[in-house]
Nanobody, 124 residues
Framework: QLQASGGGLVQAGGSLRLSCAASGRTGTGWSMNWFRQAPGKEREFVAGTHRGGSTMYFTNSVKGRFTISRDNAKNTVYLQMNSLRPEDTAVYYC???????????????????WGQGTQVTVSS
């Protein structure tokens, strides 16, 4: 089970940190990553790692502004979002999979477990 939190309303240029706490059998070796879905758009990969590895992957639009981190002891991943823009407005979801392969990392359907989503709204 995944519980996402930390969303809210922020002005453009501001920052937010999202958290995703996992319970159950998740942990080391699991891919726990972030997606987002804006109104009328498909869900898209935002940031993540493959099975908790050191290499971080980002969608192009957030590179240099977002970073992802993980606390394995707490089974929690974080998405630090800086220099937020109105186009970052979306519902942000965390997703987890023990079996997702590298080539499917950015594909929503490759993840079996999803959090409930947290709304991020960036005003201009």
């Amino acid at each position: 089970q995944l519980q996402a939190s930390g969303g809210g309303l922020v002005q453009a240029g501001g920052s937010l940190r999202l958290s995703c706490a996992a319970s159950g059998r998740t942990g080391t070796g699991w891919s726990m990553n972030w997606f987002r879905q804006a109104p009328g758009k498909e869900r898209e990969f935002v940031a993540g790692t493959h099975r908790g590895g050191s290499t971080m992957y980002f969608t192009n639009s957030v590179k240099g502004r977002f970073t992802i981190s993980r606390d394995n002891a707490k089974n929690t991943v974080y998405l630090q979002m800086n220099s937020l823009r109105p186009e970052d407005t979306a519902v942000y979801y965390c997703a987890a999979s023990r079996t997702v392969i590298y080539s499917q990392l950015m594909v929503p359907s490759a993840y079996a477990y999803w959090g409930q989503g947290t709304q991020v709204t960036v005003s201009s």
